[in-house]
T-cell receptor, first 113, second 116 residues
Framework: EDQVTQSPEALRLQEGESSSLNCSYT??????LFWYRQDPGKGPEFLFT???AGEEKEKERLKATLTKKESFLHITAPKPEDSATYLC????FGGGATNKLIFGTGTLLAVQP | DSGVTQTPKHLITATGQRVTLRCSPR?????VYWYQQSLDQGLQFLIH???????AKGNILERFSAQQFPDLHSELNLSSLELGDSALYFC???????????????FGPGTRLTVL
């Protein structure tokens, strides 16, 4: 069964304290891995797409990396405005009919000033 | 702003009732996806439409149905509502849906459904 696991469930950082979030997956036919940011009561906001092992993407203080079994979201010198839930999703090949996303349960990040 | 719109933002109704949630995809996007997000389940894929045709179903109850219209907007119909149907319902859209293609999905702001 396709599965996505994120850790930790929650993370509290001091402003400027760098860390990493983990997303491990067990899926057949991976077509891509996506990172989203979600603020309370709002829709997920697209951050990155990673397609193949070894790929890296960066955006401001965020950097996403991908291996064959997991992805990391590195947060460098975070600020309070980076506080949110970070969701990882994998796109699986649905036999030609669909590319549905399977989401992890997310990591709730709180950055304290 | 993702460009995906959803109405209404909030919906409060009673058990046994029927509601319709509406979604307009980003301009140019042919695919619409519906997701349910509850506190204990996370984001769950419900159904996918591409250019008016149903492409896949996920964990969608038989009481729920959806359609995509010629102008590409989509509606999710929830009937015989139960307390457990209370959740955030999100619509997402992507550019195209060809076999083997990779498409980022962009999410709308969601509809919060409360069943009393």
């Amino acid at each position: 069964e396709d599965q996505v696991t994120q850790s930790p469930e929650a993370l509290r950082l001091q402003e400027g304290e760098s860390s990493s979030l983990n997303c491990s997956y067990t899926v057949s036919g991976l077509r891509g891995l996506f990172w989203y940011r979600q603020d309370p009561g709002k829709g997920p906001e697209f951050l990155f797409t990673l397609y193949s092992a070894g790929e890296e993407k960066e955006k401001e203080r965020l950097k996403a990396t991908l291996t064959k079994k997991e992805s990391f979201l590195h947060i460098t010198a975070p600020k309070p405005e980076d506080s949110a839930t970070y969701l990882c999703a994998v796109q699986v090949f649905g036999g030609g009919a669909t590319n549905k996303l399977i989401f992890g349960t997310g990591t709730l990040l709180a950055v304290q000033p | 702003d993702s460009g995906v719109t959803q109405t209404p933002k909030h919906l409060i109704t009673a058990t046994g009732q029927r509601v319709t949630l509406r979604c307009s995809p980003r301009s140019g996007d042919l695919s619409v996806y519906w997701y349910q997000q509850s506190l204990d389940q996370g984001l769950q894929f419900l159904i996918h439409y591409y250019n008016g045709e149903e492409r896949a179903k996920g964990n969608i109850l038989e009481r729920f149905s959806a359609q995509q219209f010629p102008d590409l907007h989509s509606e999710l119909n929830l009937s015989s509502l139960e307390l457990g149907d209370s959740a955030l319902y999100f619509c997402a859209s992507s550019v195209a849906q060809l076999a083997g293609s990779y498409n980022e999905q962009f999410f709308g702001p969601g509809t919060r459904l409360t069943v009393l």
